[in-house]
């Protein structure tokens, strides 16, 4: 049991990360029912843009750039970790200003200019940074180990797990206690009603794919210093996110979560005691769940199950 | 009539046992198999790089034969299916002759099954399995990087003697991890050790705490990983986090310079290499300058050992076209099969030469750790040994590879 414990703990931060990493993801899928494929790459996008300015080259003027290196590593740190996402919320709002066009036709136009978007941003990437792995410094007091039940854990692994759960939490209260989360929920919901009702549905769709952006390149961040930088860590991003939303129900917020943790567990359990399902772990558990649910675990009846 | 049914003939004839383009003063054809992108992208551009290099050499002083040497490149997207369409296009449609390149044992024997099929020469110039110079030889390809069991020969025995008896083996998921590992195994054994587990890792695998929360378990002496590409940049990443990289001892099988450059302050362990850019022999500060000229502005500074086999791999064929004085492929293959170089002409310790069994490049082999006095940004390795071709070679590859006759190659020339 004392052996288990370890791996319980570790499946769970995991799923931790695996719930971050989609939840930016499930609510553009969710609220505005479009499928974003360049989530991944709006993923890899925040780890370049925090790479960059937390690096010993930020993209500043001279003055600038010597009086943001001489801050601490840990103001740096914490400012990218605000200044990123909006960097690339840029970059999400110039999607969803293409997607417009799309909204109301066929899904697979909306499917097929984010899979161009995504092509695009890791062609971008590969142009600006080259092909060459980068390295996200973060503060020493997040990093490093720290012993607990006779094992070396890693210091950051945990941060990572806490600001995930704070993360999450605060989508929620935004989601689910605020005006805006409400407006959001009614448009998704009934969109002709709420535009009646004098809203802006544009506006209210474009925050949601800025949020959604926004919440993609934190994850990144977040992530970078354990997978590493390269221009394809989208794709390792994105394909979670996916399976993420569809076990846990598409539109389900606690679904999301509750299926990264159990992903997280899949993982991490079968990363211990049989290492070779460890990635294919959470694909049987995706396929055992929508054989008997189709739905997810909190998704809505669909004609899925009709 | 006549040259109707003749030029039919030539058509659907057997053209596999008699594959011959127009001769004369046209180019060359090379067709080049590297990764852009999947695990081994990165280091699919550096193998790129040193091929290129050999044909810009070559072509400035006058080509091969009087030829020049032309060739096309596609990305093989680190993936043995897409490997094996862009081998049958090049050969096919593109009309290359000789193909060259691979990072991926998977992606590099999809290509081989291709070359051998058409009798096209395949070099293979990093991809490091010994199933490839083993059950999966072929007479058209030549392997030039040394393989898993040459660097587990080089390390293991020492390692067990002086290090500790209790061994684990992280192994990634496909060929090369399973035949590294199992030629680690072996000479674990043979030298008395034990292994203790061997957790196998799915390619992409990003998140290694499973694995490490299992080694601190079972606390071994020594970790043996036969981890490749951004998986093993992953891992370096997380050990170094960890501390884990002082106890247990840590034997990598190899490091390819690509995958150490992105990430230096994660370098631990003892590992494997065949070059290092600041070996203390003639010819290597040179070659460093040229390929530096070659490669400006481009994201990595220096040549490794990557970079090192396409050039190595692309000159010595161009030398063998140039000797055998035709671009018959069972003549380049003759040539190929008898080539010895020099330790001079290697930038090596030891003379290298190709088996004729197994058509391996028998070399030098070197073991490194971090460098701890580095002397400027990009020295990296400390070489801490180097062993003679013979002592590292795998005894067991000839017993393996089974060699199509030359009369059952089907004959392509350029």
Known sequence: ?306 | MASVIGGTGSFFGPWRENHAWAQGAKPIKLGLTCDASGQYGNSGQDDFRGIKMAIDEINAKGGVLGRQVTFITADTETTPATGSRVAERFITREDCTILIGALHSGVANAITQVASKYGVIYMNTNSSAPSEAGENCSRVKFVWDGNGTNFSKASVKNAVDSIGKNWMLLTNDYVWGHTTSAATRTQVESAGGKILDNLLVPQNTRDFTAYLLKIQQAKPDVVATAVGGDDIKALREQVAQLKLDGKPAWINNQQDWPDVWGAPDSLFGVFGTTWYHKLPLPGVAEFVKKWQAANKDGPIPVPGNVSYNGYMSTRELLRAIERAGSTNNVKIIKELENLKVSATDRMQHFDAYMDPMTHQMQQAIYLARRNAKPADNTDLFEIISWTEPKSAADDAAPGKCKLTPYDQVPTVDS
């Open chain 1, 1 to 306: 049991m004392f052996d288990l414990l370890p791996h319980l703990l570790n499946g769970l931060t995991l799923g931790l990360l695996f719930a971050l990493i989609a939840l930016g993801f499930m609510l553009i899928v969710g609220l505005m029912e479009q499928i974003n494929l360049a989530h991944g790459s709006l993923f890899a996008l925040g780890a370049y843009v925090a790479m960059q300015l937390t690096g010993p080259r930020p993209p500043l003027p001279a003055e600038l750039a010597k009086a943001w290196l001489a801050l601490p590593l840990g103001w740096r740190y914490a400012a990218t970790l605000v200044i990123a996402p909006v960097i690339v919320s840029l970059v999400g709002m110039l999607i969803e200003l293409c997607m417009r066009r799309t909204y109301g036709k066929d899904p697979l136009y909306g499917l097929l200019l984010t899979f161009g978007a995504a092509m695009v941003i890791e062609e971008m990437i590969r142009l600006v940074w080259g092909t060459r792995d980068y390295v996200l410094q973060v503060p020493s007091a997040i990093n490093g180990g720290f012993l607990f039940g006779d094992l070396i854990w890693s210091t950051y692994r945990f941060y990572a797990a806490g600001i995930s759960a704070g993360v999450i939490g605060l989508v929620w209260l935004l989601i689910e206690k605020t005006s805006f989360g409400a407006t959001v929920k009614a448009g998704a919901h009934d969109s002709e009603i709420v535009r009646a009702l004098g809203i802006n549905l544009s506006r209210l769709r474009l925050l949601v794919f800025v949020f959604g952006t926004m919440l993609a390149a934190i994850a990144g961040i977040i992530v970078a210093p354990i997978w590493g930088i390269r221009p394809h860590m989208g794709v390792d991003a994105v394909i979670p996110a996916f399976l993420v939303i569809v076990l846990g129900g598409v539109g389900s917020f606690w679904g999301a979560v509750v299926a990264g943790l159990l992903a997280g567990l899949c993982v991490g359990l079968a990363g211990a005691y049989a290492s070779e399902w460890s990635l294919l772990s959470m694909y049987i558990l995706l396929v055992a769940v929508v054989t008997f649910r189709a739905r997810g675990l909190w998704g809505k009846k669909s004609v899925l199950e009709a």
